[in-house]
T-cell receptor, first 113, second 113 residues
Framework: DAMVIQNPRYQVTQFGKPVTLSCSQT?????MYWYQQKSSQAPKLLFH???????NEADTPDNFQSRRPNTSFCFLDIRSPGLGDAAMYLC????????????FGPGTRLTVL | TQLLEQSPQFLSIQEGENLTVYCNSS?????LQWYRQEPGEGPVLLVT?????EVKKLKRLTFQFGDARKDSSLHITAAQPGDTGLYLC?????????????FGQGTELSVKP
């Protein structure tokens, strides 16, 4: 059974039109992460939640926001997508921080027209 | 900031050949992980190495963690087309950086029949 679920798997939006990506987990993990991955590159951490505590990476653009209404769900909001935001967006979870293994979802491929 | 240099970035080989991917840093990591990612999917954890000098085997894959815990290698014996994918090394910072995984740039492996 899938443990980290991302919806939709493919999302097409228009330049400047807000878009929300969804992640849910059945692992009851404390930490949820959002990564951006461009073609053949390593994932780049955008931010993470430890429970309700939000931690933003210093170089994450203000255009990217996140919400975690409960333990199971986390959302990535892109307020005004630009062409450069086209990428794979990966959600991951872990029980705790530091040495705990991160479990990745299948990703959402975002296309910006 | 801790960095992981992964090489080679691209590798195209014939079925049956052997290959080695390297992951190097000037910093010490408490542990290091290897992931494999297929196109359109999220990274899947292959192995975690924790002890300096540790060697782990997963069928035809051999993972080694350097004695000083600054580098790691992945060796594949008799590569098969099913091994094709993006291989990522990721280190857990020795001194906690908020629980971040430090990713290498990835190695895009293509195994031709």
């Amino acid at each position: 059974d899938a443990m980290v679920i991302q919806n939709p798997r493919y999302q097409v939006t228009q330049f400047g039109k807000p878009v929300t990506l969804s992640c849910s987990q059945t692992l009851n993990h404390n930490v949820m992460y959002w990564y951006q991955q461009k073609s053949s590159q390593a994932p780049k951490l955008l931010f993470h939640y430890y429970d309700k505590d939000f931690n933003n990476e210093a170089d994450t653009p203000d255009n990217f926001q996140s919400r975690r209404p409960n333990t199971s769900f986390c959302f990535l909001d892109i307020r005004s997508p630009g062409l450069g935001d086209a990428a794979m967006y990966l959600c991951a979870t872990s029980r705790g921080l530091a040495t705990d293994t991160q479990y990745f979802g299948p990703g959402t491929r975002l296309t910006v027209l | 900031t801790q960095l992981l240099e992964q090489s080679p970035q691209f590798l195209s080989i014939q079925e049956g050949e052997n290959l080695t991917v390297y992951c190097n840093s000037s910093s010490v990591f408490s542990s290091l992980q290897w992931y494999r990612q297929e196109p359109g999917e999220g990274p899947v954890l292959l192995v975690t190495v924790v002890t300096g000098g540790e060697v782990k085997k997963l069928k035809r894959l051999t993972f080694q963690f350097g004695d000083a815990r600054k580098d790691s290698s992945l060796h594949i014996t008799a590569a098969q087309p099913g091994d094709t994918g993006l291989y990522l090394c990721a280190g857990i910072a020795f001194y906690n950086q908020g629980g971040k995984l430090i990713f290498g740039q990835g190695t895009e492996l293509s195994v031709k029949p």
